[in-house]
């Protein structure tokens, strides 16, 4: 996708940062640039999303509300991180909002897809151990949990992780590692 | 020989990033404590990037014209927002009743100034009139008068003036 969009751009502005050269067209009023930023980020946000609600409906929810924050407030975007970055800072701290409002509901939730698991549990052994799996992740810390997703399925660089948190890179390690261990110790003890 | 390995050790080992020194290799050779950390954790950091493809996609046509409409909605709301606060000024009525207003205040000052007016002019016709002293007493004084008199006389009569005058002060020293 991302290589499209450098293809579509002219030569001129392949020279400089593409995300600033798009929204500095966005901010003249090019209307394409606007589906230009969307189609670089949707995907990226929208999964970070999925990954505090694991819904389908909630996370496009959430992910629209970042990009409405984001359009919104992008005069305010001051260049010095990536518009990735800021993008993806947004996203997490709208979902970290999200989780802290909605955290009861999430307690529902999960009871109501584990009785839902129950009942598929005959058909694929393989499959419910992952569901088990995500749940304990689920149980994580959301601070914890957002960045060990950051790291290990989102694939970001422990740099940009932690130009998006605002911490050290050690700290960004040494979370990833806690959550790991946290997973450990839930693997043993669900209650824990 | 050497502490056992810290978080960012262990992450870095698993990940194979940063180059893990050779002693933290052979630290998990001989401690038996980090090198079951190490396993468990490299396993569920596998499980962990396991669950990668679980999520599933919307369409992305329409979650785009749903970003675009919302902002849409959003800036039409906070146009109705300003308008409410500002939108009073240019309402007909309104504008009717401010330009009365203006009208009428500028008709009571016009009249209260030219009443104020009047009264001053009434006022001042009552104060008696102060009579202008001349300009010559003034400037010149009485000696200037007599100076211009004394440059008036001829040369006999001047001799004579001189006379008196010297015949007053011969006296004037005797006594």
Redesign the interface.
């Known amino acids: 996708m991302e290589r499209t969009l450098a293809a579509s751009m002219p030569m001129a502005a392949r020279s400089q940062d593409p995300d600033i050269d798009l929204v500095e067209r966005y901010f003249a009023g090019e209307t394409k640039a ?2 230009e930023i ?2 670089r980020y ?2 990226q946000i ?2 970070v999303c ?2 505090f609600v694991e819904n ?1 409906e909630d ?2 929810d959430l ?2 509300d970042v ?2 924050k984001a ?2 407030h992008l005069p305010t975007f001051r260049r010095e991180s990536s518009l990735k970055t800021w993008l993806y800072r947004i996203a997490i701290n709208h979902c970290l909002n999200h989780v802290k409002k909605h955290s009861q509901e999430f307690v529902e939730v999960t009871e109501y897809t584990g009785s839902i698991r129950s009942s598929v549990q005959a058909e694929m052994e393989h499959q419910e151990q ?1 569901q088990r ?2 749940k304990l ?1 689920k149980q994580l810390p959301p601070k914890q949990k957002a960045i ?2 950051l790291r ?2 989102e694939d970001l660089s ?1 740099e940009e992780i932690a130009r998006i948190s605002g911490r050290s890179i ?1 700290t960004i ?2 979370s ?3 959550a ?2 946290k ?2 110790k839930l ?1 043993k003890d669900p209650t824990v | 020989m050497f502490g056992h390995l810290k978080a960012k050790d262990f992450v870095n080992l698993i990940e194979g990033i940063g180059h893990p020194a050779a002693r933290h290799h052979s630290h998990l050779e001989s401690c038996a404590r980090c090198r079951a950390t190490w396993k468990a954790v490299e396993s569920l950091h596998a499980q962990v990037s396991s669950l990668n493809n679980d999520i599933p996609e919307p369409e992305w046509e329409q979650f785009r014209s749903s970003v675009r409409d919302r902002l849409l909605s959003r800036s039409i709301q906070r146009e109705t927002a300003v308008r409410r606060w500002t939108g009073w000024a240019i309402r007909p009525a309104m504008a009717w009743a401010l330009s009365f207003l203006f009208v009428a205040g500028l008709t009571v000052l016009t009249v209260v100034w030219n009443g104020s007016k009047a009264v001053r002019q009434s006022n001042s016709s009552e104060t008696p009139v102060i009579e202008p002293v001349s300009e010559t007493t003034i400037e010149a004084g009485p000696e200037r008068g007599l100076f211009d008199e004394l440059m008036q006389l001829g040369d006999d009569e001047q001799q004579q003036l001189r006379q008196m005058l010297e015949t007053s002060q011969k006296g004037s020293r005797q006594q």
Request: aromatic content about 24%; cysteine-free; hydrophobic content about 50%.
């Open positions: 606007f589906d969307m189609i949707e995907r929208y999964r999925y990954r389908r996370a496009m992910a629209q990009f409405v359009f919104e992952r799996f995500r992740v060990l997703e290990i399925n422990y050690s390690k040494a990833v590692f806690f790991l261990e997973l450990r693997i």
